[in-house]
């Protein structure tokens, strides 16, 4: 559950400009504000079941634009990438099958970047 709440809020991060206003307010007062569907509901005078129709389809709007932008994916790829560059160097030595794998990362993430 967690993931899929840090997903959320990465995606909202990312494409959530790109949203109409109202799906960008539901979204902040559901997932950030931790606001229930009632409180929302009563907050913009309707009822529940259109709070839960529009936050529906505002977290279908974010997946349809990573499916077709693919920046939360890229964004966890360097992230993994950086993470596993970091464990190498924290090491007092560096083999050099290690020094050449930091080259091999730095290699991906500059491809990913130029993508």
Do not use: C, H, W
């Amino acid at each position: 559950m967690l993931d899929k709440l840090n997903r959320v809020n990465l995606l909202y991060d990312i494409y959530g400009p790109l949203l109409t206003q109202r799906r960008q307010e539901v979204l902040q007062l559901y997932f950030s504000d931790n606001l229930s569907l009632g409180e929302i509901a009563a907050e913009y005078g309707t009822s529940r079941q259109a709070v839960y129709d529009l936050i529906r389809q505002a977290l279908a709007a974010l997946e349809d634009l990573e499916a077709k932008l693919g920046f939360y994916k890229l964004f966890q790829f360097q992230q993994e990438r950086l993470l596993e560059a970091d464990r190498i160097l924290g090491r007092a030595q560096l083999a050099a099958a290690e020094q050449e794998r930091l080259r091999e990362i730095i290699r991906e993430l500059r491809q990913q970047n130029e993508q």
